[in-house]
């Protein structure tokens, strides 16, 4: 799957839109008609994302090679949030766009796997094996270790999907362990997302390449934040062969200038994302003139100002 | 919560079920009534998971504060089988049972509240306020840092619910980053998921006790797998008041001789978690007795001879 995203980025633009709604960010208009049809319920909400991230979808798929959907904002509303989670997952894939579900799942061997066919795979039941969500890469944390994430692997591996594990997260707080001094015997101070980096790279070495269109890059890709480029520098060489999953440009603080050292000297290796940035631009003072009518337009040209800021720095 | 959790312990035991089913764990009549009604499809994988838990749930509510669903195994089978997660928490609060989510979210603050508030809050939807999942506990990965784990511990200090933070996890290559050595200023070698349950009982303190029956602990309790028994006596004096959840006896190892360190001279601060021992015991030598028409009645036993051996030790 890392040679369709290579494939469909070198066709558009190393940029990907997070859809992380929140019922706050979608314009009266369409909360109302889902009110009107199913009363202020978990349905209504459900409703509400999923024709949010429609109409974002239907404006934007042609400028970037995929979408990021946070499940977190679907689980919110249980059930029904997951419903409009699988359907944007389904959409997105209709649309031509690459979809990675940003789940952070991560547990011990049996869960791990679990999640891994639900996510990426396929479950058996009798005779049958069924996709469940249908994404083609998803978010993994390394806390639990190897055994914990190799079966995420697998199941990419086996299905032609990938996965980006987090190394370096976008949060203020994201040093507090990411960033403690491990006492290891060589001299170089090595923090903790670098250890994981060291394995993300091994993991990815033995999972191969995908294929020949996959220009030496892995299934096994990495989170490294835009909100912290001297890190990702280091981290760059560390793991020369893997794709970066870029969180944090735009309203985190991350900027064009700083995301340089995220590609490797092939203009690869780094996909950019921006969620609020995008799907919130209509309540952005920058473009306001759009108004709520207009949010997925204003979403395209907030699309189209984020390819031209991160295209100007490469 | 924790007080409930407590009060309910005490009636009975230290004694969790996991309820962590796959399809091989259930017997033959559950699932092919499922087929008949569903065909080989997630919707029948979800209702035999849901019949599975049901019997279980029947059988053992009477001898345990609580259950622990692992979401995983829900979500393999996607929206389907977490409609069965979503009725395994009701019907286990119905039978007076507190629900454990074994759901291991970890995410930066915005993605955080959002998982909190669906699994153990409430989100506003116009004028209502709806709870979706409906746990009474969750465990949460502190790989993000402080700033991604406060989200859960505001949504379960409003609502007088908890947490469990995973310190250490009951995995074969939990040590791989769980035990890395700090290069910290102080002589003694602090490894990581020291300096976690360092965190952990700082948070826990700011959140404070529940009420006066909490007995002195707070909501945020830690994951401290019975397979790491030395590093659980450590652990418990890191962590006096904090409530562990103890994942790794039977199948995965755990021994009950071990489980001593993880308790404290109140008798009291740890639940002790078995899943495939209990849910899948009519598949083991031990009980297979009972066959697959008395599979519930084998769990029953199970959790019976748990509690004798877990009680015998204490």
Redesign the interface.
Known sequence: MISALIEQTKKTAPVVVGL?P??DFIPAHIIEKA?DEYG???A??GEALWQFNKEIIDHVHDLIPAVKP?I??Y?????E???AF?KTCAYSKEKGLLVIG?V?????????F??A???LGK??????C?S??QEDFITV????????VKPFIEVAKEEGKGIFV?VK??????????D????TTNES?TP?YE??AQ?VAEWGAEAGEDDENSYGYNPVGAVVAATYPEQARRLRKIMPQTYFLVPGYGVQGGKAADLTHFFNADGLGAIVNSSRGIIAAHQSERYQEFGNALFATAARTAVEDMIKDIKGVL
């Open positions: 992380d929140i019922l009110y202020e319920s978990l209504a909400a946070q977190a904002m689980e919110s509303f249980g059930i949030g997951l419903k699988a940003d952070k799942r991560g547990d011990i061997g049996s869960s791990a679990a999640y066919i639900g996510h479950v058996q039941i009798g005779t049958n069924i469940a969500f944390n390394p806390y639990l270790g190897s055994d914990g987090l997260t976008s949060n203020p707080g994201s040093g507090e362990f990411q403690q001094i491990l006492n101070k903790l250890l994981v394995k």
